[in-house]
């Protein structure tokens, strides 16, 4: 056993961590295999982005995933995590352009095989840091299983899904409005535009009819799209035109001569009641032009620049010193031109949403360009019902309703993206773009050949998958990838053993982006849903509500965060205010109670140790300790009982919070300090401590899921272990029986314990000057109460004086009228309001009594037992009325 002189006397954490958790990886703990004999516990790392590094919403979703994945191993379960990452497209290939940009590379003066060598080795390089990383917190995956979603096995999965869907007819390829980023110079889908409240100009401009007949007000807040305007669209009962339907207007800057359309499409009451119709530019304006046989005119290059297309005649020359400049560069000189020709009638100041690119916060322009979708209504049907119908539960239950709405509103989606890195689409085309969906060159051949097709410039498509594309297959391809776009019915043992995984731990944010998809990914190829209960965690935001972000320098480094307090103080700190899909206030203050907490818990073991050297086995047990081990046994299997059933509900925040309630206030304030001898030299029963040891292995245990390093290495120090002892593969608590109204007797106890250090304080009298007591009838825990309140033997007497402690049912008195007696008048005023309040609080409880008893409903219909318990409730409540007015009396003379 190690000298008490050789235990520190604070948690030292940087030195066990790294120790504990090589131990546990030599020991193969965190490795699953299938195993008949055991249930399974899966869960599937949400896989964070190859470029990242830790985040402060890294560390709460995978302490979450940790607490749980540790809790089920204690249970017995095979439990089984999945790490990995995502290859995130867009992120990816914009921090090679980056590194390349460094090196004075421009992606322009590479062809795709030189920049995907250059991105490779910047994944080796820099890809795996995320992972290693979240080894500091402690988290327990299976490394083993670890998966990339460009590894090759994983890469096949996925054109196995683009060919399946292909050939089932939910894929096409069309030419559409999509979202475009022109940084990131991508398509989006619609999940990945975040629309933002921006104050924006809406500009009325003139456009002048040809027959100089008059002019018409177009309002629009992007004047610098006039240049591809081909129409000018209004309502045909709108009676303020209605004359000029059928008329041309002559486009400001370009001179392009258009006509004037009517279409019920337009809202008379917005705006002028007169629309400019932009095809490229606008998704509304597109179907105007399909509907009205309208010509197309690009306005601007996938880079967000003007267009020189829209020069289209000599009529428009004027336009050419826009040619080039930046969208929002040629906004404002637009206007200022505009305004000087005399062609705007006023400028109003509005505040409307704009679209964000997701990933670049680049404004999303509405583009049109040949991508490819995925129909998503048919194949969405499943993984709505399984939701709707409870198969798979969102926690909280409040997202149910935005995840149904979204679901029954579904858009077919985009998955084609502009990019290099990623998936690239086994389309291939020939020199007449027919179009061959397969995996390799010889396949395309062939199939063009099978149909009488051209084989000239056989090509593949130069676009790759949405990210997204990949990672709706996570909890089916890293258990078996060929289950995707396959027609086998024998799937492999990892997939019939661990699919559909248990719990998903994720955003809310991507509740549609990841969650939604792979539950319709679950029943296309899984034939079930992926998993069973999705536990939506809040964002991190700082003490202030604002979320976190480089730019506002409110987010910790989570790493410094651990060298500074320790990975068990920053994982119970992270979820000390994390409820679920409520959104999480961090202060580094919680960082510090986690500490505190850590080394509660240390200094509890170090009285523990310490008591051991005292044992003996000729030493009596007191009283107070058989009651505190009683009480407190009782008590642990209660609370034991609540914890379960906040997991099962996964009310984690509450089973954090129970958890640490009962060892810092019930094991270590109330439990130690009762079995502790009251005097320094006095041996302790050796039963006492063996039975000591064993409450305490028991919080061990259940506070191993949320602190497990400093967990494991008390239990290592509390008493020799053997080989393959160790606490993270402990059985977690088996639940027992208790005796429930001991537990109320125990609250009840610490409630007079409370009440008398409470006067204490308030009398000034010292914690270690013992008072005499008196009550009128004894009872067994008496010991107890003298043990924690440092009281002398109660004395059993029916004339009793000095200061009654309010009680239900108990007059218990403290002999300290002499005390009072040399107060101070400051002191003795106190009292006398403290006195009065607890009069007042007596005298409402007398009166809601004597109200019950006076209604005769009640004294006819209730049971005799229960008026008769109302009537010494009556008969108590008089007296202590009495009892705390004779106080007083004598406190005010006292005073005068």
């Known amino acids: 056993m190690i000298d008490q002189k050789d235990i520190p006397k604070v948690f030292e954490p940087q030195k066990v961590e790294s120790k504990w958790y090589e131990h546990w990886l030599n020991n193969h703990y965190f490795n699953s295999q299938p195993d008949p004999n055991k249930k399974p516990y899966t869960i599937v790392m949400p896989p964070p982005n190859v470029t990242g590094v830790l985040h402060m919403g890294h560390m709460l979703n995978n302490t979450i995933q940790d607490v749980l994945i540790r809790r089920k191993r204690m249970q017995g379960y095979n439990a089984c995590w999945v790490p990995g990452t995502d290859h995130a497209s867009i992120a990816t290939e914009a921090k090679v352009v980056k590194m390349l940009a460094e090196k004075g590379i421009k992606k322009s003066d590479l062809n795709r095989e030189e920049f995907l060598k250059y991105a490779w080795e910047w994944k080796e390089k820099y890809g795996g840091i995320i992972l290693e990383q979240l080894k500091k917190l402690g988290a327990s995956c299976d490394w083993k299983r670890t998966t990339f979603t460009m590894d090759e096995k994983y890469s096949d999965s996925v054109l196995n899904a683009f060919i399946d869907l292909y050939r089932k007819g939910y894929i096409y390829r069309g030419y559409r409005m999509i979202n475009w980023d022109p940084v990131g110079l991508t398509a989006l889908s619609d999940e990945e535009v975040i629309y933002k409240e921006s104050n924006s100009q809406l500009v009325f401009v003139k456009y002048f009819l040809e027959d100089n007949s008059g002019h018409i007000t177009i309002a629009t807040t992007r004047p610098e799209t006039i240049m591809a305007d081909v129409a000018v669209c209004v309502h045909p009962d709108d009676q303020r035109y209605k004359h000029l339907i059928g008329k041309k207007v002559i486009v400001p800057i370009v001179n392009r001569i258009v ?36 010509p197309i005119i690009i306005g601007l290059t996938p880079d967000g620049k003007i267009s020189k297309e829209i020069i289209d005649s000599p009529r428009s020359k004027y336009a050419d010193q826009y040619i080039g400049l930046d969208r929002f560069v040629c906004r404002k000189k637009i206007i200022k031109d505009l305004e000087e020709l005399g062609l705007i009638q006023k400028i109003e100041t509005i505040k409307n949403k704009v679209g964000h690119s997701e990933r670049t916060d680049a404004v999303v322009e509405p583009y049109l360009s040949y991508q490819w979708f995925v129909k998503m209504n048919d194949i969405s049907k499943a993984a709505l019902d399984a939701v709707l119908k409870g198969d798979v539960k969102l926690i909280p239950d409040k997202f149910i309703n935005t995840y149904k709405h979204w679901m029954e509103n579904v858009k077919d989606w985009c998955i084609s ?29 062939e199939f063009f050949q099978k149909n009488n097709l051209s084989t000239n410039n056989v090509r593949q498509d130069e676009d790759v998958l949405d990210t ?70 809040g ?24 060298e500074k307090y320790g990975a068990d103080a920053v994982r119970v ?13 961090f202060d580094e203050e919680y ?33 107070y300790q058989s009651q505190a081990i009683e009480l407190f046994e009782n008590y642990f299997y209660k609370q034991l009982d609540t914890i379960n059933d906040a997991f099962e509900k996964f009310r984690l925040n509450d089973a954090l919070m129970l958890t640490y309630k009962l060892i810092w206030d019930d094991f270590c304030s109330w439990y130690l300090e009762a079995i502790k001898p009251n005097d320094i030299n006095e041996k302790i029963n050796s039963n006492v401590i063996q039975k000591t040891i064993e409450l305490f292995e028991n919080i061990l245990k259940i506070l191993h899921p949320w602190m497990p390093f400093v967990s494991e290495e008390i239990w290592h120090l509390l008493k020799n272990r053997k080989d393959k002892e160790d606490l993270i593969i402990q059985s977690w608590p088996e639940t027992q029986k208790y005796n429930l109204q001991l537990v109320e007797l125990y609250e009840d106890l610490k409630n007079i314990v409370t009440q008398i250090r409470e006067v204490r304080a308030r009398v000034q009298i010292s914690p270690k000057e013992k008072l005499n007591w008196t009550e009128n009838i004894s009872y067994k825990h008496d010991n107890w109460i003298e043990k924690l309140a440092h009281l002398n033997t109660k004395q059993i007497s029916e004339n009793t004086s000095g200061k009654l402690i309010v009680h ?89």
Not at 596 to 601: D, G, P, S, W
């Open 468 to 537: 997204w594309f990949s990672s709706w297959l996570w909890p089916i391809s890293v258990f078996d990838p060929t289950v995707v776009g396959s027609d086998k019915k024998e799937f492999n043992d990892d997939f019939k053993y661990y699919y559909p995984t248990n719990d998903l731990v994720t955003a809310p944010e991507i509740l549609f982006f990841w969650v939604a998809r792979m539950i319709i990914a679950g029943y296309l190829w899984g034939n079930n849903k992926p998993f069973t209960n999705v536990y939506l965690t």
């Open 417 to 445: 993206r502009q990019l290099w890195w990623g998936h690239r689409i086994p389309a291939w085309y020939n020199e007449n773009n027919d179009i061959a969906v397969c995996k390799t060159k010889e396949e395309a051949i």
């Open 808 to 896: 239900p049912s108990r007059k218990i008195y403290l002999n300290i009228e002499e005390k009072i007696s040399g107060l101070n008048i400051e002191t003795i005023e106190t009292e006398i309001k403290k006195l009065s309040k607890e009069l007042e609080y007596l005298q409402g409880f007398l009166e809601s009594v004597q109200k019950k008893l006076s209604n005769e409903k009640f004294i006819q219909n209730a049971k005799s037992e229960l008026v008769e318990k109302e009537r010494q409730k009556e008969k108590d409540t008089l007296q202590k009325i009495e009892a705390i007015r004779d106080q007083l009396q004598k406190l005010k003379t006292q005073a005068l």
């Open 539 to 562: 964002i991190v935001r700082d003490k202030l509500g604002r979320k976190m972000s480089k730019s506002l320098g409110n987010s910790p480094d989570p790493l410094d965060l651990i």
């Open 259 to 294: 006509p004037i359309i009517a279409d019920t499409y337009i809202d008379p009451t917005f705006g002028t009641g007169a629309l400019k119709v932009t095809p490229a530019h606008d998704i509304a304006d597109y179907e105007l032009g399909v509907k009205h046989q309208l």
């Open 591 to 623: 960082c510090v109670q986690g500490r505190n907490f850590a080394n509660k818990i240390w200094n509890a073991f170090r009285l523990i140790h310490q008591l051991q050297q005292r044992t003996s086995t000729e030493q009596n047990i007191h009283n």
């Open 573 to 585: 700190g992270m979820l000390f205010s994390s409820p679920a899909g409520n959104d999480l206030l």
